[in-house]
């Protein structure tokens, strides 16, 4: 599929693709170039375990136009750091989203390079994106078949950091697509 720079990867709502496990420890960045088709709740990036204990993360499309990211706390039920935004996504056309999770159990979510959180969110109990689940793209992780939460759309350019980039980075990366932090 065509991408926003380059090839893409498309998902139909059936299909998805792991990558080994991600435990991501003291902060962490995802970025994506995005391309939904419809509205609904749709996971396009997770490492989220949610029927049972709950840890990992996800980063979802909700529905009326919405994007959460979401952090656990390892605990049963819905424990939870993140944040969902205001109506943002547009269908059928390229965005740029990118999550933070800064570690201490707070969350961002950038729009096209900009804040959509407001006041960074969440509080200030320990999390646990450790998990034995592979890194997901296109849905819920696969032994969750309760929610598998399917997304049908294209994704592009992914990129995970393992620390919280800044605004000024994030404004980068959305103006640059390829700038590179260590």
């Known amino acids: 599929t065509s991408g926003k720079y380059s090839g893409a990867i498309s998902f139909n709502g059936s299909q998805y693709l792991t990558s080994s496990w991600l435990n991501l420890t003291n902060g962490s960045t995802i970025c994506t170039w995005l391309k939904p088709v419809s509205d609904g709740t749709k996971m396009f990036i997770s ?19 919405k994007l959460q990211f979401i952090v656990g706390d390892g605990h049963i039920g819905y424990h939870t750091g993140g944040f969902t935004t205001n109506s943002v996504l547009s269908y059928g056309v390229w965005q740029h989203v990118c999550a933070v999770w800064r570690g201490d159990g707070f969350t961002e979510i950038y729009y096209n390079g900009v804040n959509q959180t407001g006041a960074i969110t969440g509080s200030n109990f320990t999390y646990s994106t450790a998990n034995g689940q592979p890194l997901t793209f296109g849905r819920n992780v696969p032994s969750e078949t309760t929610y598998p939460i399917p997304y049908d ?6 990129r ?9 980075e994030i404004g980068q990366v959305y103006a640059t697509n390829l700038a590179k932090y260590s």
């Open 47 to 65: 490492k989220a375990y949610v029927y049972g204990e709950w840890n990992g993360y996800y980063f979802a499309q909700q529905a009326g136009n």
């Open 160 to 168: 995970i950091w393992n620390r919280s980039l800044t605004l000024s």
């Open 153 to 158: 759309g294209s994704l592009d350019a992914v």
